[in-house]
């Protein structure tokens, strides 16, 4: 595809390093690109989830406000992965801010609604302690469900050109 075929990327700082912009491309997608996305998404998710909780529980709140903050910071540290990325590949700010958005806004819902569900699904999860092994295995064993099922959600975006799609020509 050429550069006039679709215009310009006004504040995305250049084009170097991905030349025939690859990143766009659509069709078939492997396992392993779309683990490392999903990886890439459970890394910022496991970030702020485990901050959140951490954080609730010192301070003494209930569920409620903790998972709610768990599920904020998730995607501040989802969304941040994705920024630091793209701001070094020469993005400024608000086109960085975009990207990250589109990259990992369905992957983020998909992985806290999967990961989120499993601890309300587990008898005692969510009164554990975090001094408690109930805590960090129904923790775990939720990161590696939603990694599971999220994986074939981020093949499918990244093979329709979205999702994660989106910042791969900057990475």
């Known amino acids: ?3 006039d075929a679709h215009g310009q990327h006004d504040g995305y700082g250049g084009h170097g390093g991905h030349g025939g912009h690859d990143g766009h491309a659509r069709g078939p997608v492997s396992w392993a690109m779309a ?6 998404c459970l890394t910022g998710c496991a970030i702020g989830e485990i901050l959140g909780m ?4 010192a301070l003494g709140w209930h569920n409620a406000p903790t998972m709610v903050l768990a599920i904020a910071l998730a ?19 608000r086109a960085a801010l975009k990207v990250a958005l589109a990259a990992d806004t369905v992957s983020i819902v998909v992985m806290e609604l999967v ?3 499993v601890v309300l699904v587990t008898p005692g999860a969510l009164d554990a ?3 408690e092994a109930l805590f960090w295995v129904t923790l775990a ?3 590696v469900v939603a990694f599971a099922l999220t994986t074939p959600v981020n093949r499918w975006l990244i093979g329709r050109g979205k999702g994660h799609a989106v910042a791969h020509q900057y990475h």
């Open 35 to 40: 683990a490392r996305a999903t990886l890439h």
């Open 115 to 117: 990961d989120n569900g």
């Open 75 to 93: 995607f501040v540290f989802g969304y941040s992965l994705t920024m630091v990325a793209v701001l070094r590949a020469g993005l400024d700010l």
């Open 1 to 3: 595809m050429t550069h």
């Open 54 to 57: 951490v954080v609730g529980t």
């Open 141 to 143: 064993v939720a990161f």
């Open 129 to 131: 302690h975090l001094s």
